[in-house]
Protein backbone atom coordinates (compact mmCIF):
# COMPACT_ATOMS: atom_id res chain seq x y z
CA UNK A 1 0.00 0.00 0.00
CA UNK A 2 0.89 1.84 -2.75
CA UNK A 3 0.68 -1.54 -4.62
CA UNK A 4 4.02 -1.91 -7.01
CA UNK A 5 2.39 -0.59 -9.72
CA UNK A 6 -0.93 1.76 -8.62
CA UNK A 7 -3.77 2.38 -10.20
CA UNK A 8 -4.03 5.83 -11.37
CA UNK A 9 -7.89 6.76 -13.01
CA UNK A 10 -6.95 9.89 -13.49
CA UNK A 11 -3.99 8.98 -15.87
CA UNK A 12 -5.86 5.86 -17.48
CA UNK A 13 -8.76 8.37 -18.51
CA UNK A 14 -6.73 10.70 -20.43
CA UNK A 15 -4.69 7.92 -22.72
CA UNK A 16 -5.81 7.17 -25.78
CA UNK A 17 -4.46 3.34 -25.41
CA UNK A 18 -3.39 1.65 -22.93
CA UNK A 19 -0.74 -1.35 -24.30
CA UNK A 20 -0.70 -4.81 -21.77
CA UNK A 21 2.30 -6.66 -22.28
CA UNK A 22 0.62 -9.48 -20.44
CA UNK A 23 -2.67 -11.27 -20.63
CA UNK A 24 -2.25 -10.85 -16.56
CA UNK A 25 -1.62 -7.34 -17.05
CA UNK A 26 -4.80 -6.86 -19.01
CA UNK A 27 -6.90 -8.42 -16.77
CA UNK A 28 -5.43 -6.35 -13.92
CA UNK A 29 -6.20 -2.79 -15.73
CA UNK A 30 -9.83 -4.60 -17.23
CA UNK A 31 -10.53 -5.11 -13.28
CA UNK A 32 -9.83 -1.63 -12.44
CA UNK A 33 -12.10 -0.21 -14.82
CA UNK A 34 -10.25 0.71 -18.07
CA UNK A 35 -12.34 1.03 -20.63
CA UNK A 36 -12.49 -1.51 -23.15
CA UNK A 37 -12.03 0.84 -26.40
CA UNK A 38 -9.05 2.17 -24.75
CA UNK A 39 -7.44 -1.29 -23.79
CA UNK A 40 -5.37 -3.66 -25.71
CA UNK A 41 -2.33 -6.22 -25.72
CA UNK A 42 0.37 -6.61 -27.23
CA UNK A 43 3.13 -8.77 -25.90
CA UNK A 44 6.41 -8.04 -26.51
CA UNK A 45 8.02 -10.42 -28.07
CA UNK A 46 11.36 -11.97 -28.85
CA UNK A 47 13.33 -12.35 -32.40
CA UNK A 48 13.68 -15.99 -33.79
CA UNK A 49 16.65 -17.71 -32.02
CA UNK A 50 19.61 -18.22 -34.49
CA UNK A 51 18.52 -21.75 -34.50
CA UNK A 52 16.76 -24.56 -31.91
CA UNK A 53 18.28 -25.69 -29.14
CA UNK A 54 19.65 -29.33 -29.22
CA UNK A 55 18.71 -31.67 -26.57
CA UNK A 56 21.86 -33.45 -24.64
CA UNK A 57 23.10 -36.45 -26.45
CA UNK A 58 24.80 -37.62 -23.14
CA UNK A 59 23.14 -38.45 -20.32
CA UNK A 60 24.06 -35.15 -18.65
CA UNK A 61 21.27 -33.05 -17.06
CA UNK A 62 21.90 -29.62 -18.76
CA UNK A 63 20.11 -26.33 -16.73
CA UNK A 64 20.08 -22.84 -17.73
CA UNK A 65 18.62 -19.78 -15.94
CA UNK A 66 19.36 -16.23 -16.64
CA UNK A 67 17.92 -13.13 -14.75
CA UNK A 68 19.49 -10.15 -11.91
CA UNK A 69 20.94 -12.25 -8.97
CA UNK A 70 18.77 -10.18 -6.70
CA UNK A 71 16.37 -11.22 -4.06
CA UNK A 72 13.45 -11.51 -6.29
CA UNK A 73 14.73 -13.96 -8.65
CA UNK A 74 15.39 -16.67 -6.02
CA UNK A 75 18.71 -17.49 -7.16
CA UNK A 76 19.44 -19.29 -4.31
CA UNK A 77 16.31 -21.18 -4.10
CA UNK A 78 17.65 -22.60 -7.29
CA UNK A 79 21.36 -23.48 -6.10
CA UNK A 80 19.35 -24.94 -2.97
CA UNK A 81 16.84 -27.11 -5.51
CA UNK A 82 19.52 -27.95 -7.71
CA UNK A 83 21.97 -29.03 -4.78
CA UNK A 84 18.87 -31.28 -3.93
CA UNK A 85 18.36 -32.59 -6.98
CA UNK A 86 22.51 -33.91 -7.56
CA UNK A 87 22.25 -35.28 -4.02
CA UNK A 88 19.02 -37.70 -5.29
CA UNK A 89 20.88 -38.99 -8.39
CA UNK A 90 24.18 -39.52 -7.61
CA UNK A 91 24.56 -42.12 -10.70
CA UNK A 92 23.62 -38.73 -12.94
CA UNK A 93 25.25 -35.89 -14.20
CA UNK A 94 23.90 -32.49 -13.73
CA UNK A 95 25.23 -28.86 -15.11
CA UNK A 96 24.10 -25.43 -14.36
CA UNK A 97 24.69 -22.54 -16.10
CA UNK A 98 23.32 -19.04 -14.67
CA UNK A 99 23.67 -16.12 -16.86
CA UNK A 100 23.62 -12.41 -14.58
CA UNK A 101 24.74 -11.18 -11.88
CA UNK A 102 23.85 -9.04 -8.28
CA UNK A 103 24.27 -8.36 -5.05
CA UNK A 104 23.37 -12.36 -3.78
CA UNK A 105 25.81 -13.78 -6.71
CA UNK A 106 28.59 -14.48 -4.04
CA UNK A 107 26.64 -15.93 -1.66
CA UNK A 108 25.13 -18.50 -4.66
CA UNK A 109 29.31 -18.91 -5.68
CA UNK A 110 30.06 -19.90 -1.80
CA UNK A 111 27.34 -22.23 -1.30
CA UNK A 112 28.11 -24.61 -4.36
CA UNK A 113 31.72 -24.23 -3.94
CA UNK A 114 30.78 -25.63 -0.07
CA UNK A 115 28.40 -28.06 -1.11
CA UNK A 116 28.75 -29.30 -3.98
CA UNK A 117 28.58 -33.11 -5.37
CA UNK A 118 30.64 -35.11 -7.45
CA UNK A 119 28.14 -34.95 -10.08
CA UNK A 120 26.77 -31.27 -9.77
CA UNK A 121 29.13 -29.15 -12.35
CA UNK A 122 28.44 -25.18 -12.44
CA UNK A 123 29.23 -21.96 -13.85
CA UNK A 124 28.36 -18.33 -13.36
CA UNK A 125 29.31 -16.32 -16.00
CA UNK A 126 27.86 -13.14 -14.72
CA UNK A 127 26.38 -10.49 -16.80
CA UNK A 128 27.06 -10.97 -20.67
CA UNK A 129 25.63 -9.49 -23.43
CA UNK A 130 22.37 -10.71 -24.58
CA UNK A 131 23.83 -12.22 -27.99
CA UNK A 132 26.57 -14.69 -25.52
CA UNK A 133 23.02 -15.98 -23.83
CA UNK A 134 21.32 -16.83 -27.55
CA UNK A 135 24.91 -18.65 -28.54
CA UNK A 136 24.90 -20.54 -25.63
CA UNK A 137 21.33 -22.11 -26.88
CA UNK A 138 22.47 -22.35 -30.41
CA UNK A 139 26.10 -23.87 -29.93
CA UNK A 140 25.53 -25.96 -26.62
CA UNK A 141 23.16 -28.50 -25.73
CA UNK A 142 20.07 -27.35 -22.75
CA UNK A 143 18.29 -29.46 -21.30
CA UNK A 144 15.83 -27.19 -19.62
CA UNK A 145 15.31 -23.34 -18.72
CA UNK A 146 14.41 -22.80 -14.79
CA UNK A 147 12.96 -19.53 -13.28
CA UNK A 148 11.95 -19.31 -9.73
CA UNK A 149 10.92 -15.25 -9.46
CA UNK A 150 8.94 -14.35 -6.76
CA UNK A 151 7.08 -11.91 -9.17
CA UNK A 152 7.65 -11.23 -12.70
CA UNK A 153 5.52 -9.80 -15.75
CA UNK A 154 6.29 -11.91 -18.77
CA UNK A 155 9.76 -12.44 -19.06
CA UNK A 156 11.71 -11.72 -22.14
CA UNK A 157 14.56 -14.89 -20.80
CA UNK A 158 11.47 -17.45 -21.29
CA UNK A 159 10.14 -16.23 -24.33
CA UNK A 160 14.30 -16.40 -25.74
CA UNK A 161 14.32 -19.93 -24.11
CA UNK A 162 10.56 -21.01 -25.98
CA UNK A 163 12.30 -19.71 -29.18
CA UNK A 164 15.08 -22.64 -28.81
CA UNK A 165 12.77 -25.02 -28.06
CA UNK A 166 13.92 -25.44 -24.37
CA UNK A 167 11.08 -26.80 -21.96
CA UNK A 168 10.71 -24.44 -18.93
CA UNK A 169 10.06 -24.63 -15.39
CA UNK A 170 9.15 -21.71 -13.90
CA UNK A 171 7.12 -20.19 -10.95
CA UNK A 172 3.52 -19.08 -11.84
CA UNK A 173 3.70 -15.69 -11.16
CA UNK A 174 2.58 -12.24 -13.60
CA UNK A 175 2.14 -13.75 -16.92
CA UNK A 176 4.44 -16.37 -16.55
CA UNK A 177 1.49 -19.55 -16.98
CA UNK A 178 0.61 -17.38 -20.91
CA UNK A 179 3.86 -18.94 -22.18
CA UNK A 180 4.47 -22.37 -19.88
CA UNK A 181 2.27 -24.92 -19.18
CA UNK A 182 2.45 -28.85 -18.86
CA UNK A 183 2.84 -29.52 -22.65
CA UNK A 184 6.72 -27.69 -22.61
CA UNK A 185 7.60 -27.93 -19.05
CA UNK A 186 5.91 -27.33 -15.48
CA UNK A 187 4.37 -24.34 -13.47
CA UNK A 188 5.49 -24.20 -10.41
CA UNK A 189 3.33 -22.63 -7.43
CA UNK A 190 4.47 -18.96 -7.08
CA UNK A 191 6.52 -19.82 -3.40
CA UNK A 192 7.62 -23.81 -4.06
CA UNK A 193 9.37 -25.90 -1.76
CA UNK A 194 13.01 -27.52 -2.79
CA UNK A 195 10.70 -30.24 -3.15
CA UNK A 196 8.48 -29.30 -5.65
CA UNK A 197 11.03 -27.81 -7.69
CA UNK A 198 13.11 -31.17 -7.63
CA UNK A 199 10.00 -32.83 -8.34
CA UNK A 200 9.08 -30.77 -11.11
CA UNK A 201 12.98 -31.02 -12.87
CA UNK A 202 12.85 -35.13 -12.53
CA UNK A 203 9.73 -35.45 -13.96
CA UNK A 204 10.37 -33.52 -16.93
CA UNK A 205 13.69 -33.69 -17.48
CA UNK A 206 14.72 -37.12 -16.27
CA UNK A 207 11.97 -39.55 -15.73
CA UNK A 208 10.55 -38.74 -19.27
CA UNK A 209 11.21 -40.73 -22.39
CA UNK A 210 12.88 -39.02 -25.15
CA UNK A 211 10.06 -39.27 -27.19
CA UNK A 212 8.06 -37.17 -24.84
CA UNK A 213 10.63 -35.06 -23.88
CA UNK A 214 11.32 -34.00 -27.28
CA UNK A 215 7.44 -33.15 -27.83
CA UNK A 216 8.17 -30.84 -24.83
CA UNK A 217 10.89 -28.84 -26.76
CA UNK A 218 8.23 -29.03 -29.86
CA UNK A 219 5.62 -27.38 -27.91
CA UNK A 220 7.99 -24.42 -26.40
CA UNK A 221 9.03 -23.21 -29.50
CA UNK A 222 5.03 -23.61 -31.27
CA UNK A 223 3.94 -21.87 -27.88
CA UNK A 224 7.19 -19.16 -28.78
CA UNK A 225 5.94 -18.88 -32.52
CA UNK A 226 2.55 -18.62 -32.14
CA UNK A 227 2.41 -15.83 -29.60
CA UNK A 228 5.87 -14.65 -28.88
CA UNK A 229 7.55 -13.93 -32.20
CA UNK A 230 8.83 -10.19 -31.90
CA UNK A 231 8.26 -9.77 -35.58
CA UNK A 232 4.92 -10.31 -36.31
CA UNK A 233 3.59 -8.86 -32.88
CA UNK A 234 5.33 -5.46 -33.39
CA UNK A 235 4.21 -5.81 -37.07
CA UNK A 236 0.61 -6.26 -35.10
CA UNK A 237 1.21 -3.58 -32.81
CA UNK A 238 2.51 -0.64 -35.52
CA UNK A 239 -1.24 -1.37 -37.14
CA UNK A 240 -2.89 -0.56 -33.99
CA UNK A 241 -0.96 2.51 -33.27
CA UNK A 242 -1.70 3.60 -37.28
CA UNK A 243 -5.39 3.16 -36.50
CA UNK A 244 -5.52 5.85 -33.65
CA UNK A 245 -3.09 8.06 -35.50
CA UNK A 246 -5.71 7.76 -38.18
CA UNK A 247 -8.97 7.78 -36.11
CA UNK A 248 -7.27 10.86 -34.38
CA UNK A 249 -6.07 12.99 -37.75
CA UNK A 250 -9.29 12.37 -38.94
CA UNK A 251 -11.23 13.81 -35.90
CA UNK A 252 -8.70 17.01 -36.08
CA UNK A 253 -9.66 17.75 -39.69
CA UNK A 254 -13.12 17.87 -38.83
Not at 112 to 131: I, K, S
Request: glycine residues 6%; proline residues 8%.
Amino acid sequence: SPPFQPWHPALYERLVLTVAISRHGLDYLSATSVPPERLTLSRLGTEAAPRLAAASPDGVLRIVSCSFVTPVKRVPLMAEALLALAKSLPAHAIHWIHFGDGPELGAVRARMAAGRPPNLDCEFPGQVDNQVVLAHYAQQPVDVFLLLSSSEGLPVSIQEAASAGIPVVATDVGGVGELVGSDNGALLPAHPTVEEIVTALRERAIDRDPEERQAMRAASYRRWAEGFDAKINHERFAQKIRVQLDALNAKQAR
